[in-house]
């Protein structure tokens, strides 16, 4: 079993839609959680970073943690062409240490 | 944040040769990464960059095939060595700060025919 799986789509929604993009993973002891967006030819860019469980919101993106699932997810919100990416989610495996294993990686088409 | 830079952008080698890639960042950071990022897959963690001292490789990676060099806090070197088709990736470079701070470089492109 891989350590954080990711559904790697292609997913894709109109303008304005809600999307919701998601990640399990195995071990129960990971605290500290990431969503990276990343355009083509691009590095990664971090969105949103949750330690431990809850919600964080940021403008139009939530990230959600739930670990009693063990599920950790991405709602965006109103989305735009411009969102179109690779969503990746992370973690940080050895306690924020920068040490990250990623999700295989959504990826998001929003058309106009 | 912190501003990164990878050289080459892209690079198309042939088997058996080596590859070094260079990655600079805009001010001084103690933990540095690189990751691969192979067609189609995610992101691996190949190694943590120590300054002063030998990089630290992840499982399925070994020194000799990619030996890292860290002569500073800003700067570190990855050689892909005796390279085969195999090794055709996305090569990353990354920064932690601790906390939210974890930035990456832009990725050097590498295709080995």
């Known amino acids: 079993q891989k350590e954080v799986e990711q559904d790697p789509g292609p997913l894709s929604v109109p303008e304005g839609a809600i999307v919701s993009l998601n990640c399990t993973y195995s071990?129960?002891?990971?605290?500290?959680f990431m969503w990276y967006r990343q355009y083509s030819r691009k590095g990664p860019e971090l969105l949103m970073y949750?330690?431990?469980?809850g919600n964080k919101e940021d403008g139009r993106f939530t990230a959600q943690v739930d670990k009693s699932s063990k599920y950790i997810s991405l709602f965006i919100r109103d989305s735009q062409p411009s969102d179109s990416a690779t969503y990746l989610c992370?973690?940080?495996?050895?306690?924020?240490?920068?040490?990250?294993?990623f999700g295989q990686g959504t990826t998001l088409q929003v058309k106009p | 944040s912190a501003v990164i830079s990878q050289k080459p952008s892209r690079d198309i080698c042939q088997r058996g040769t080596s590859l070094t890639i260079q990655c600079q960042v805009d001010s001084q950071v103690t933990m540095m990464f690189w990751y691969r990022q192979q067609p189609g897959q995610s992101l691996t963690l190949i190694a943590t960059?120590?300054?002063?001292?030998?990089?630290?490789?992840e499982s399925g990676f070994v020194i000799d095939k990619f030996p890292i060099s860290r002569p500073n806090l800003t700067f570190s070197t990855l050689t892909v060595s005796n390279m085969s088709p195999e090794d055709s990736s996305i090569y990353l470079c990354s920064v932690h700060r601790g906390g939210e701070t974890q930035y990456f470089g832009p990725g050097t492109r590498l295709l080995v025919l």
């Open positions: 949750t330690y431990s469980s």
């Open positions: 992370a973690i940080d495996g050895s306690s924020n240490t920068g040490k990250l294993i």
């Open positions: 071990n129960s002891a990971f605290q500290y």
């Open positions: 960059a120590n300054q002063g001292s030998e990089a630290t490789y």
